[in-house]
């Protein structure tokens, strides 16, 4: 069983920069670890993904040079570097994992966390 416990978020302003934690506990080194978003009224959508290695990773099209995954497997943590941060990055920003493959589908994750509130505002 692994727990997924996200932390970091808050209220930052347009251009701004957040990082992101996703701590684990249980084994996920041998799991693809992914950074999910869910704004109100909108679908959830795939930001970032990183390799269990942490040596290949994807970004989503609207993140794409602006946000950096991350990972250390010595600490079970993963990180998500946030900047020049636009009003529409404000969502829920959620971790998962349980996969072995890359993939922004998130149906196919076994495991999530609760999430970490990300608002950018003037």
């Known amino acids: 069983q692994v727990q997924l416990v996200e932390s970091g978020g808050g209220l930052v302003q347009p251009g701004g920069s957040l990082r992101l934690s996703c701590v684990a506990s249980?084994?996920?080194?041998?799991?693809?670890i992914g950074w999910f978003r869910q704004a109100p009224g909108k679908e959830r959508e795939g930001v970032a993904v990183?390799?269990?290695?942490?040596?290949?990773?994807r970004y989503g099209d609207s993140v794409q040079g602006r946000f950096t995954i991350s990972r250390d497997n010595a600490k079970n943590v993963v990180y998500l570097q946030m900047d020049n941060l636009k009003p529409e990055d404000t969502a829920v920003y959620h971790c998962?994992?349980?996969?072995?493959?890359?993939?922004?589908?998130?149906?196919?994750?076994?495991?999530w966390g609760q999430g970490t509130q990300v608002t950018v505002s003037s």
């Open positions: 998962a994992t349980g996969i072995r493959f890359l993939s922004f589908r998130h149906s196919a994750y076994i495991y």
């Open positions: 249980g084994s996920t080194l041998e799991y693809v």
């Open positions: 990183i390799s269990s290695s942490g040596e290949r990773s």
